[in-house]
């Protein structure tokens, strides 16, 4: 089958996107003045955006890349949570699996920009780990999303907010595993180890020196070689997928190694390449990509990306149309 004809089968499968998901939201306005209280800029508010970031974002771009997706996660019983299920109810994103908690608030991050400027980022989140309560209830919807609703794929999107614990990262790997779901996970280093057995891991370089504590020159293929035979002797996982940024991605699975030069670009912005990479890479997992096909088509969704201003998933039809 041709990467083409793989990827045209994207709108077959069924994603399930566990992770922490976050508002991002946007202040746009002007300063034209310094306030007479500090010597700060006063920002006269133009309008507002609020947009799915996080693990939110990781299923908006599985969804453009043609699948059906679901989400698990926490929100805060408060607006924003409210605010989150009805952004991903507008997009087609199922979201009977979010468990909505007293206890914490939801993520929000607001960015101030004016004239062109980002003037600030204000954060109004909880990072510690879920409690016993939430993390039974997570683990109760899990369940039923798996048994009911079989996902062809599962991503793990971790950005250290709390909602995936060591249990319940463990519990998930395992069940997914008796019911031979694969699993591909986007990691943070508080949890590097956590995801032993899982399908796919994907690291970028820099998580990947705080996780193994060790220098890796992107440059020299050796020291990649050696940092993913050290990762993988750990993590028992069947395949490493590793972001390099401007040097491209380096794939291994079954002693076969692939490195994925990147292609001249024009870089405009990188945010959101990454939730791109995972995205594309799980669902090559589904419809059964060959190791080569799957870090082809993902160095390319990540490149595609980088071309966009701001955090913006891509289409099957873009991706299709850049492989041709």
């Not at 943070?188 to 956590?194: A, C, G, L, T, Y």
């Not at 082809?296 to 998933?313: D, H, I, Q, R, T």
Request: hydrophobic content about 40%; aromatic content about 4%.
């Amino acid at each position: 089958m041709s990467i083409a004809e793989s990827i045209s089968r994207f709108s077959e499968k069924k994603v399930l996107v566990i992770g922490d998901v976050m508002m991002d939201a946007y202040c746009w306005g002007k300063v034209e003045r310094i306030s007479p209280e500090a010597p700060v800029p006063v920002v006269n508010v133009g309008h507002w955006d609020k947009r799915l970031g996080g693990a939110a974002n990781v299923a908006l771009n599985a969804l453009s890349l043609g699948s059906q997706v679901s989400i698990c996660s926490i929100l805060g019983e408060d607006v924003y949570g409210q605010q989150l299920l009805d952004l991903l109810s507008k997009e087609g994103i199922s979201t009977r699996a979010i468990v909505s908690s007293k206890f914490r608030p939801t993520t929000v991050k607001t960015r101030v920009i004016a004239g062109g400027h980002h003037i600030v980022r204000i954060d109004e989140e909880v990072t510690t780990l879920l409690n016993p309560e939430e993390e039974q209830a997570v683990l109760r919807v899990l369940v039923s999303e798996l048994e009911h609703h079989r996902p062809d794929v599962i991503i793990l999107e971790d950005y250290n907010k709390g909602l995936l614990t060591p249990h319940l990262i463990h519990e998930l790997i395992e069940k997914a595993r008796v019911l031979d779901i694969p699993t591909a996970v986007d990691p943070k280093k508080d949890h590097f180890f956590e995801y032993k057995g899982c399908t796919l891991f994907k690291p970028n370089l820099k998580e990947m020196r705080e996780g193994l504590k060790m220098e890796i020159n992107p440059k020299v293929e050796s020291s990649l070689f050696n940092a993913v035979k050290e990762l993988e002797d750990k993590m028992q996982n069947q395949m490493t997928l590793l972001t390099l940024s401007e040097y491209g991605m380096l794939i291994h699975s079954n002693g076969n190694w692939k490195h994925e030069h990147a292609h001249p670009r024009k870089v405009v912005d990188v945010s959101g390449a990454g939730d791109s990479v995972i995205a594309t890479a799980s669902l090559a997992l589904a419809v059964g990509m060959s190791m080569e096909d799957l870090v082809y088509s993902s160095n390319l969704a990540g490149g595609l990306v980088c071309e966009k201003v701001g955090v913006v998933p891509i289409t099957q039809e873009m991706l299709l149309k850049e492989i041709q």
